[in-house]
């Protein structure tokens, strides 16, 4: 059974940066592809960032590129999402999300939030 689970979440003021946390139990690390997703209040939840499983490739939704870096720790099985510049309209719910390529079986961690206030 993937247990995904985050933390790293919290407030921080307008500029600020903050960095969130995946650990990931129950399968092989390396033959996941992994993403954050995050949920802001009143909306859909989004795309924000993906790496692929070796991590050589990554990819993040246009409005973010520059602001967030996604990584992964083959030997801590953590995935990360670096987090600057952080903006008020950056706060939500941010999710780590797991994805078999061979099967096509996806996994969700709870959340964290993430408050960007002065």
């Known amino acids: 059974q993937v247990q995904l689970v985050e933390s790293g979440g919290g407030l921080v003021q307008p500029g600020g940066s903050l960095t969130l946390s995946c650990v990931v139990s129950?399968?092989?690390?390396?033959?996941?592809?992994m993403s954050w997703y995050r949920q802001r209040l009143g909306a859909e939840r989004e795309h924000v960032a993906t790496s692929t499983r070796n991590g050589d490739s990554s990819w993040y939704a246009d409005s973010l590129k520059g602001r967030f870096t996604i990584s992964r720790d083959k030997a801590k099985n953590t995935l990360y999402l670096q987090m600057s510049n952080l903006k008020p309209e950056d706060t939500g719910v941010y999710y780590c999300a797991a994805r078999q390529d061979r099967t096509g079986d996806g996994y969700w961690g709870p959340g964290t939030q993430v408050t960007v206030s002065s």
């Open positions: 129950g399968f092989a690390f390396g033959r996941l592809s």
